[in-house]
């Protein structure tokens, strides 16, 4: 009959750390949303540093675009740099108009949605999925699989 005391205890413990834990899925789709917001937000004002912010910082970083597969955050940003950087020419304005958030647990999170993007006269749009995990209390971008529309 020691012990009574400790389990009552422990029970609130538990209960209490899984709360502050476990973040409902809603909530969790939100935090992913506001990543895709900030990356808009940076892109539209010309800020790639920024942009690339939402991106895992790793080699083991992935993303696929039509035949293209390029590996590593420093690969990705250079592709970045080469394709939107490098002619001098202003980023153009970047929207994402349907973004679909599916929570994969409480780490983990799948992202699939279409793009627009409108650089001088050009307008270009596509298709993306997103697979992004919670890296050292933030969400990051793991593998993105981005399509041009024909």
Do not use: C
């Not at 502050?20 to 540093?49: C, F, H, I, T, Y």
């Amino acid at each position: 009959m020691r012990n009574s005391g400790v389990i009552p205890v422990l029970i609130l413990a538990l209960a209490a750390g899984r709360s502050a834990m476990a973040s409902p899925p809603a909530s969790r789709a939100g935090e992913v949303r506001a990543v895709l917001d900030r990356q808009v937000e940076a892109w539209n004002r010309g800020d790639l540093d920024a942009f690339m912010q939402g991106y895992w910082k790793s080699d083991e970083l992935t993303f696929f675009s039509g035949a293209t597969k390029t590996a590593g955050y420093e690969g990705t940003l250079a592709r970045y740099r080469k394709k939107y950087r490098d002619d001098g020419q202003p980023m153009g304005h970047l929207g994402f108009p349907e973004i679909d958030v599916t929570p994969l647990g409480r780490e983990a999170a799948l992202v699939r949605g279409e793009w627009k993007l409108v650089r001088g006269h050009q307008t270009l749009g596509g298709r993306f999925t997103l697979v992004l995990r919670k890296i050292d209390g933030a969400w990051k971008i793991i593998h993105d699989h981005t399509a041009l529309r024909e």
